[in-house]
């Protein structure tokens, strides 16, 4: 049965297998990320079949002028072992209800090109601003 879950902190080790099928970070990297990016907000949630993870999501509320209080869903990742079980659908589902419950007005995310159809599928839309990045 899947469940879906905030990860506590003695937990955010365990999602660094399932993360490293996305970002190429070593477990130290990833793990003091997650800690620095949680002093904003940032958690990392897993959706579990049983006791194994097999999905995570970073979230964070964001507030900006533009947009107003939202949700921004940080590397859905699904484990390639476990893709197409409903994992990836849960863990949006959960980021959708928890901005809801902090009346956030939207749930932001920025998605590699081979993911748009999930997303849509799930009726997100592309959203018309460009993202911009002048790497220093």
């Known amino acids: 049965m899947l469940s879906v879950r905030r990860l ?22 990833f793990v003091h990320r997650v800690q620095r990016q949680s002093y904003s907000g940032y958690e990392l949630v897993g959706a579990f079949v049983d006791e194994t993870l097999i999905a995570v999501m970073g979230m964070r509320p964001v507030h900006t002028l533009a947009r107003g209080p939202h949700l921004h ?16 659908r849960a ?13 956030m007005n939207a749930v932001f995310l920025d998605a590699r090109p081979d993911a748009i159809p999930f997303y849509q599928k799930l009726d997100f839309e592309l959203h018309l601003s460009p993202s911009m990045k002048k790497a220093l």
Do not use: I
């Open 8 to 29: 506590s902190p003695a937990e955010w080790s365990l999602a660094f297998p399932v993360v490293s099928q996305l970002r190429k970070l070593d477990e130290s990297t």
């Open 73 to 88: 869903v940080d590397d859905l990742v699904v484990d390639e072992r476990y893709r197409q079980t409903g994992a990836g």
């Open 91 to 103: 863990l949006m589902s959960f980021a959708e209800n928890d901005a809801r419950a902090r009346c």
